[in-house]
């Protein structure tokens, strides 16, 4: 007997993934359900080779679902999350809302999957930020190996990880830009079109965004809390895959030849690193694509002990989707987890 899985979200860009990337790994589901606002009812979505009719979150029968992937923002999650966790699902979160809650995992499979096992506190299971995930499946193996004390960090974020909208106004803008149109910004403070945008999230007291102390609180919670991090986080006009600029500082000696070995054997990762024109990754060739990939291995001479590095993913899999069915089946694989038909 298979899981019942809903899809909360599921006409947004991370929920489409999702049924697409179900659809791919022959997830063991039964049945799955979309679900979204009520003026997305009726909305059709793929999934695999059907189509499935989009139905409001408002009126979905919680008792039933084995697993809810929510992908729909903290506010409906906020709401949301709780009442299908007390109906006894497992929620698998993209937001925000859960991520910091000392009761709820913080999980990348690759990186913290034991953490999965105080998963009941809550009934909930928080996914990182998308820019947070493909970085920390990069410094596990080498945190293993020589253990990491500081990271500087410079994101280079696709507009994929604000939204539909944020695409849209991409492509309206550069198209602006051709036919000598006003170009007009709307999702984003400044024009994103052949232009960078050094602020994601709201600003904070001490000048960092949101998005950049994400990426510090999440890498700790997730890999180790004594690890030092900063981070500059910037929207580029690329449509899909994140990309970062990542200098790593050791506690111990490790080499660039011995990062590549240890990397090009650590779950999840794949190294293109060949010192040529074009013997590395680009946002561009990751698009569709399961890995984190990582290139440009060299070692740092400014600093004792240090490396810097170039790592590229699909923030749309890796970065959310992928990672949540990653999630669900690691609990599906440790037995964590069972249906409830075949329960009963």
Not at 7 to 30: C, K, Q, S, Y
Not at 131 to 139: E, G, I, M
Not at 143 to 150: G, Y
Not at 198 to 222: L, Q, R
Request: glycine fraction near 6%.
């Amino acid at each position: 007997m298979g899981y019942k899985v809903a899809v909360v979200g599921a006409t947004g860009n991370v929920g489409r993934e999702m049924l697409e990337i179900l659809a791919e790994r022959e997830f063991p589901a039964d049945e799955v359900v979309p679900l979204a606002s009520r003026r997305s009812q009726g909305t059709e979505v793929s999934f695999g080779d059907r189509t499935l009719k989009v139905k409001a979150l408002e009126h979905c029968d919680l008792k039933d679902i084995d697993i809810c992937l929510m992908s729909a923002g903290s506010e409906v999650s906020k709401e949301w999350s709780p009442k299908f966790a007390a109906a006894g699902a497992v929620v698998i979160d993209n937001s925000s809302c859960w991520r910091y809650d000392s009761d709820v995992p913080l999980v990348v499979p690759e990186v913290n999957a034991d953490a999965l096992a105080g998963f009941r506190k809550k009934g909930i299971v928080a996914n990182p930020n998308c820019s947070t995930a493909q970085l920390v499946v990069a410094l596990k193996p080498l945190h293993d190996k020589a253990r990491i004390t500081r990271v500087v960090v410079a994101t280079y974020q696709s507009v994929s990880g604000a939204g539909k909208e944020a695409m849209d106004e991409l492509f309206s803008q550069t198209k602006a830009v051709f036919q000598i149109d006003e170009v007009e910004p709307k999702k984003f403070p400044k024009r994103i079109a052949f232009n960078l945008i050094p602020h994601i999230d709201v600003f904070m007291e001490d000048g960092y965004t949101k998005e950049e102390w994400k990426m510090v609180a999440e890498t700790k919670k997730i890999l180790d809390p004594k690890i030092k991090l900063t981070a500059t986080c910037v929207r580029v006009p690329v449509f899909i895959g994140h990309s970062e600029a990542v200098n790593i500082e050791f506690a111990e000696p490790i080499t660039a030849d011995e990062a590549r070995s240890i990397l090009r054997s650590a779950p999840g990762c794949l190294v293109i690193d060949k010192r040529e024109a074009g013997g590395y990754v680009t946002p561009y060739e990751c698009v569709g694509e399961d890995a984190t990939y990582i290139s440009r291995i060299r070692e740092d001479a400014t600093v004792e002990n240090g490396l810097s590095m170039w790592v590229v993913s699909d923030n749309l899999r890796k970065g959310a989707a992928l990672n949540a069915i990653q999630i669900a089946e690691c609990l599906i694989n440790r037995k964590l987890i069972e249906a409830k038909r075949k329960a009963a």
